[in-house]
């Protein structure tokens, strides 16, 4: 057991410096990175049925031949371990960070709508933030609860959080609680379209979906807010 929580971001620094040295998401300028930001709600709208998820790809050289280039996709999608959200819950839990298809099916399974913004792309640099954020989820030292403390650096996070602290500019207390589902996302994808974080949405992305197998689910795609 971590006998504090600077004993744990201890353990955590390790892993934050490899990824920055050895990891293969290591960009190039021959490498286009995109951002792909989702909501998921039931209809009526009640707060267990709620979910913030974002995926971000990594889109290598395309061949001169026109074959499709290699990605690369990591997905930041936190829930408790039991996927059962309980949003009066006291105490956290035990999180899991699922990938795209399982998010999509869990909240398909449970009557949800899914909503996405984007893809939009984003530079290289800000992947990098991204994909490290992705790490801190995927190492274990985070639990779950639906609504988490405000405080940044807090190893307690719900799904909104776990998304927008990528956003180091905004506190948690910019991303409130009662935004959750579609609201939550939309107000995301606002925030970092004002910090110029990600570009405007283009056009001629819609192969990206597809490979990503987005066009399996019956998913709205949202104007940008």
Request: charged share 25%; proline share 7%.
């Amino acid at each position: 057991m971590f006998k504090s929580r600077g004993d744990r971001w201890l353990l955590l620094l390790p892993l934050t410096l490899w990824a920055l040295l050895l990891s293969p998401c290591m960009t190039r300028a021959d490498e286009r990175h995109y951002l792909i930001i989702f909501g998921a709600q039931s209809h009526p709208k009640l707060p267990r049925y709620t979910h913030t998820f974002a995926t971000f790809v990594k889109v290598g050289d395309c061949p001169a031949d026109g074959v499709m280039p290699p990605i690369q996709a990591y997905t930041i999608s936190w829930l408790p371990q039991t996927l059962k959200v309980r949003p009066f819950r006291c105490y956290s839990e035990p999180g899991v960070n699922l990938d795209l298809e399982t998010t999509l099916r869990w909240a398909q399974d449970n009557r949800m709508r899914v909503s996405e913004w984007g893809p939009y792309e984003i530079e290289g640099e800000f992947y990098q933030i991204v994909y490290n954020e992705y790490l801190r989820m995927q190492s274990g030292i985070y639990r779950y609860k639906a609504i988490d403390p405000f405080t940044r650096g807090s190893l307690t996070t719900d799904c909104i959080h776990a998304v927008s602290d990528i956003d180091y500019r905004h506190g948690r207390a910019e991303y409130f609680f009662l935004r959750s589902g579609n609201p939550a996302s939309r107000h995301l994808a606002f925030v970092l379209s004002d910090r110029e974080r990600v570009l405007a949405h283009q056009d001629g992305l819609g192969w990206l979906n597809s490979v990503l197998g987005l066009d399996r689910y019956p998913i709205i795609h949202r104007r940008d807010p």
